[in-house]
């Protein structure tokens, strides 16, 4: 019966004659994948090349740089070692000044960005009513173009036909120059405090990742919304705010066209204008390039501020291990 079963499934073409199968002839692969070495160098040669060309080769031009007294035009310049960073160790008190300026206006623009967006996507994550405007609302100024946003303050804190100086008016203050020392310094906060809605978004996508049972249990525990945002919601998310403040930090620290477009001055190269409280340090950098011509040491001020912000985006690194809880392994 076997046999002649065999004999039927060969006659069909289904079986072929003897025991079994045979093995099929493994086709022959292609080319790009016999030499698969290769063509992972020829995918990623266009982001190579293009961070030799655009990213590294700049950097090293610019260290170079900053060991001359380079002027940006001149062909008379020459090899002066670690003049220039000695100069600013030593001698520039208003170059400390603008970085302790820069780093204090970082501590507090960042912990209140952060809260503050926080607070709105923990807003706009309930059951209320227009929720959708409202987000859209409170996004829309991040999408304001900086120069948008700074002519927009530039006029409200006007001193004598803005808003703010109006309302200020109410309460019996008048005639106050808001955009000069030292004022200046707070207008810039406020101004970029206006746009909370990036880390609101990014907030609110981290919310709305959190189960819902987990606040019904803690509810249903007994513990109070308050204690529920810091012991349960927090560490949920922290790697999010995590990243919110080292991004933030860096954002912070390299902020320049802000103050220079907020100074009362018709023109961006006039920043020799801009208020002392609001010249952080990238702007003493873009006055010692376009205003003293003195690329060399405005290359080793840069240098420094890029080891300023390594030390401390490795400081944030390290203490992230105590605050920032991840749902995956450590590892």
């Given at each position: 019966m076997?046999?002649?079963f065999?004999?039927?499934?060969?006659?069909?073409?289904?079986?072929?004659r003897?025991?079994?199968?045979?093995?099929?002839?493994?086709k022959?692969?292609?080319?790009?994948?016999?030499?698969?070495?290769?063509?992972?160098?020829?995918?990623?040669?266009?982001?190579?090349?293009?961070?030799?060309?655009?990213?590294?080769?700049?950097?090293?031009?610019?260290?170079?740089?900053?060991?001359?007294?380079?002027?940006?035009?001149?062909?008379?310049?020459?090899?002066?070692?670690?003049?220039?960073?000695?100069?600013?160790?030593t001698?520039?008190?208003a170059?400390?000044?603008?970085?302790?300026r820069?780093?204090?206006?970082a501590?507090?623009?960042?912990?209140?960005?952060?809260v503050?967006?926080l607070a709105?996507?923990?807003?706009v994550?309930?059951?209320?009513?227009?929720?959708?405007?409202?987000?859209?609302?409170?996004?829309?100024?991040?999408?304001?173009p900086?120069?948008?946003?700074?002519?927009?303050?530039?006029?409200?804190?006007?001193?004598?036909?803005?808003?703010?100086?109006?309302?200020?008016?109410?309460?019996?203050?008048?005639?106050?120059?808001?955009?000069s020392?030292?004022?200046?310094?707070?207008?810039?906060?406020?101004m970029?405090?206006w746009?909370?809605?990036g880390?609101?978004?990014?907030s609110?996508?981290?919310?709305?990742?959190?189960?819902?049972?987990?606040?019904?249990?803690?509810?249903?525990?007994?513990?109070?919304r308050?204690?529920?945002?810091?012991?349960?919601?927090?560490?949920?998310?922290?790697p999010?705010?995590?990243?919110?403040?080292?991004?933030?930090?860096?954002?912070?620290?390299?902020?320049?066209?802000?103050?220079?477009?907020?100074?009362?001055?018709?023109?961006?190269?006039?920043?020799?204008?801009?208020?002392?409280?609001?010249t952080l340090?990238?702007?003493?950098?873009y006055?010692?390039?376009?205003?003293?011509?003195?690329?060399?040491?405005?290359?080793?001020?840069?240098?420094?501020?890029?080891l300023?912000?390594?030390?401390?985006t490795?400081?944030?690194?390290?203490?992230?291990?105590r605050?920032?809880?991840?749902?995956v392994?450590?590892?």
């Amino acid at each position: 019966m076997m046999s002649r079963f065999r004999r039927l499934v060969t006659a069909a073409g289904h079986l072929p004659r003897g025991r079994g199968r045979p093995p099929q002839a493994a086709k022959a692969p292609r080319r790009w994948q016999r030499r698969q070495g290769r063509t992972f160098y020829v995918f990623v040669a266009p982001w190579v090349i293009g961070f030799v060309i655009l990213t590294l080769a700049p950097i090293i031009y610019a260290f170079g740089v900053s060991l001359t007294n380079y002027d940006g035009s001149s062909s008379f310049w020459r090899f002066i070692g670690f003049r220039n960073y000695v100069e600013f160790f030593t001698k520039d008190s208003a170059g400390w000044a603008s970085l302790l300026r820069t780093l204090g206006y970082a501590a507090i623009v960042v912990p209140l960005s952060v809260v503050g967006g926080l607070a709105l996507a923990l807003l706009v994550n309930q059951r209320i009513r227009a929720r959708g405007a409202l987000r859209a609302l409170f996004f829309l100024p991040s999408v304001v173009p900086v120069v948008a946003t700074a002519i927009t303050f530039r006029l409200i804190f006007n001193r004598d036909a803005g808003l703010f100086s109006g309302f200020m008016g109410l309460f019996g203050v008048h005639d106050v120059t808001w955009l000069s020392d030292p004022w200046a310094f707070y207008a810039l906060i406020v101004m970029t405090l206006w746009g909370l809605g990036g880390g609101m978004i990014i907030s609110l996508a981290a919310l709305q990742d959190v189960p819902s049972e987990l606040e019904e249990a803690a509810r249903l525990d007994g513990a109070s919304r308050w204690r529920y945002i810091r012991s349960i919601l927090v560490p949920l998310i922290s790697p999010v705010l995590y990243f919110q403040v080292v991004t933030g930090i860096i954002a912070a620290l390299q902020m320049l066209v802000q103050p220079l477009l907020l100074a009362e001055t018709n023109r961006i190269a006039s920043s020799a204008q801009v208020p002392t409280s609001s010249t952080l340090f990238m702007v003493k950098v873009y006055n010692e390039f376009f205003i003293s011509n003195r690329f060399g040491y405005g290359s080793a001020m840069l240098w420094i501020f890029f080891l300023v912000i390594l030390i401390l985006t490795l400081l944030l690194q390290r203490l992230s291990r105590r605050f920032v809880f991840y749902q995956v392994g450590g590892d």
